[in-house]
């Protein structure tokens, strides 16, 4: 099959989803909380750019949703009686990528406002059901289209500014474009809108202005992805519960937390998904057979908890912590470009780890396709008779190497140093002993290569300028993970790594010795203060194990609340 043929089909199989007619029950459900509006042919009902628009159900008449590109409008969608006009973008609160436009004489519509449509989503299970899953098929289907262009970032060919334009608005999944300026389409583009290279990397916006050289929160801005937090005049914002970074761990605390009617705010300094959300393909996560992508996953997980209505900030990175024991709202934190600080009841802490990453031509292709960052039976299987790489001179690769060793042909530790002096003596010696582990000392990886998956490496041996090439379809980067724990106060306890102590181990502090409580599992040196996922000492570093954390913190934060009210 052609990709033209695969996308006609694919269009067909999900058009019922995409698409559905709501019942007269659903109607009856939605009737409330919206207004009947009639509109005349012509009439816009929302232009791209816009946020917060609710939805507008059709009664009678007809609407249609277009993309203005440069002079020239694509039609996306029409809408005809019991059909609804809308897009992921009204469940997230971003910005909508489309205008929407009535096209009969009169057109009687149902207008339900993004706030109550919210509560819908969250109170409504009849109609939120079918209306949430032909969103996200919607969003499904633009993404695959090839004429839609959504954001576009124009860029000179291969710049880092450009990419990281891309990588950001990739990871907060905004349908977008990147043009290159060399190319035809970017030399037409950059005289329509008078951009020379030195404006470059330049975002087109939906109404077709360019922003020159914007800073992410400037993107972010014109996604709608950075809410502000508070009104001009406020000070203080209040939440029951913040949870600090959005990967497995903050997303699945979200779900939870404001499922159960927590005033949930989450921050995450980046894009939601965390580690995960640059994972191509997770084959472990329970419940998904064939492997789900690491941005999908969390993607639907960051969905759900808008659902329920927790709210989200990006790019907003925590800057500091401030505790006070006997408020109510015993957390202060700053937030980047926010004047106003954020006061919490309770804060859970899922900032992740930065694991350090090879510098090796081509590493980011294959990232979870042959390079890993951890070694279990998973990836043990995929090695089963091969060569395999381990790289790293602490405890961690040497373990990696030695239980790696047991199912591959050979084992290949490369080290950047002279020696093993940062592994431990016993287990040194192990990996010395080990007849099928080669210890190559004072060598780097330079370059992977391969199709899909990582087929073979070229190592260097720094003293001596030598390269050699090794087939193998595993590289383990075991060259440490540093926790983002540096914006916290020196109160909440880290091991000798600098990852969160929690539970038992922080019993004996003084803040749990001057309180009538126990710690719970997840909670930290300072009562209703919670860490939970990779940042956490003593944990998995695995995404299901970050999600049950996340979910399991909050069991804690709800008896924190109580204990305190
Ligand atoms: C390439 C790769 C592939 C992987 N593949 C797998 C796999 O196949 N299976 C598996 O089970 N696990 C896999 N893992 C491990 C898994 O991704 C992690 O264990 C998991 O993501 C940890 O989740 P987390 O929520 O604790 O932290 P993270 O995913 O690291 O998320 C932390 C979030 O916090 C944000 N943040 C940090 N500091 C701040 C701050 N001050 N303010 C606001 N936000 C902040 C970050 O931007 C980030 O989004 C992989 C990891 C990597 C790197």
């Avoid at 990281?164 to 290159?180: G, M, V, W």
């Avoid at 202005?209 to 009104?231: C, I, M, T, W, Y």
């Avoid at 042959?370 to 998973?378: I, R, S």
């Amino acid at each position: 099959m052609t990709d033209e043929q695969q996308d006609e089909q694919f269009y067909r199989d999900t058009e019922s989803v995409a698409f559905p007619k709501l019942d007269d029950h659903q109607l009856s459900l939605l009737e409330p909380l919206g207004k009947r509006r009639v509109l005349k042919r012509g009439e816009l009902l929302f232009k791209a750019g816009q946020r917060d628009v609710g939805l507008a159900i059709v009664l009678r008449g007809g609407l249609e949703a277009f993309e203005q590109r440069d002079g020239v409008e694509q039609i996306l969608g029409t809408a005809h009686e019991r059909d609804f006009l809308g897009d992921v973008a009204m469940l997230q609160g971003t910005s909508v990528l489309a205008t929407a436009r009535v096209t009969s004489d009169e057109t009687e519509i149902l207008h339900v406002p993004a706030t109550e449509l919210r509560r819908a989503f969250a109170e409504l299970p009849g109609v939120s059901e079918t209306i949430v899953k032909a969103l996200i098929m919607r969003r499904k289907r633009l993404r695959r289209d090839r004429e839609f262009a959504g954001l576009r970032v124009l860029a000179a060919a291969g710049t880092r500014e450009g990419s990281q334009l891309d990588d950001f608005l990739d990871k907060n999944r905004i349908p977008h474009r990147l043009i290159e300026f060399e190319s035809e389409q970017g030399q037409a583009l950059s005289k329509r809108l008078h951009l020379t290279t030195r404006d470059l990397p330049a975002l087109i916006t939906p109404a077709g202005a360019p922003l020159r050289r914007p800073s992410l929160r400037e993107v972010a801005q014109v996604a709608g992805l950075l809410r502000p937090l508070a009104f001009e005049d406020q000070s203080e914002i209040m939440s029951d519960l913040t949870i600090v970074g959005a990967g497995p761990a903050g997303l699945a605390a979200a779900v939870y937390a404001a499922s159960e009617g927590l005033h949930t705010v989450v921050l995450e300094s980046y894009a939601p998904g965390g580690q995960a959300g640059s994972s191509s393909l997770i084959e472990n996560f329970f419940g998904f057979p064939t492997g789900i992508s690491g941005g999908d996953l969390t993607w639907l997980a960051q969905l759900q908890a808008y659902r329920f209505g927790a709210k989200f900030s990006t790019p907003a990175q925590a800057l500091s912590l401030d505790y006070y024991a006997t408020d109510e709202y015993r957390t202060c934190l700053q937030v980047e470009g926010c004047s106003a600080v954020l006061r919490a009841k309770a804060v859970l802490i899922a900032t992740g780890a930065d694991y350090r990453r090879l510098d090796a031509e081509a590493r980011e292709q294959f990232e979870n396709m042959g390079v890993y960052y951890a070694a279990t039976a998973m990836e043990g299987q995929l090695c089963r008779n091969e060569t395999v790489i381990v790289v790293g001179s602490g405890n961690s690769a040497g373990q990696a190497a030695m239980y790696l060793s047991e199912g591959a042909a050979k084992v290949l530790l490369v080290i950047r140093g002279k020696d093993l002096s940062k592994m431990s003596s016993y287990l040194s010696r192990r990996v010395q002993v080990q007849k099928n582990i080669e210890i190559l000392y004072q060598t780097q990886i330079r370059k992977m290569f391969g199709g899909k998956k990582l087929e073979q490496i070229e190592l260097e041996n720094t003293q001596t300028g030598e390269r050699r090439q090794v087939r193998t379809p595993a590289v383990f980067s075991m060259i440490g993970a540093k926790p983002c724990t540096e914006w916290l106060p020196q109160e909440i306890e880290r091991d000798d790594k600098g990852f969160i102590k929690t539970g038992v181990s922080v019993a004996e502090a003084p803040a749990w010795q001057a309180n009538k409580h126990q710690p719970s599992p997840l909670e930290t040196s300072l009562p209703g203060i919670f860490a939970a996922g990779d940042v956490r000492s003593g944990s998995v570093k695995r995404c299901a194990a970050a999600v049950g954390e996340g979910g399991m913190a909050i069991a804690g934060v709800q008896l924190r609340l109580a204990s305190s009210s």
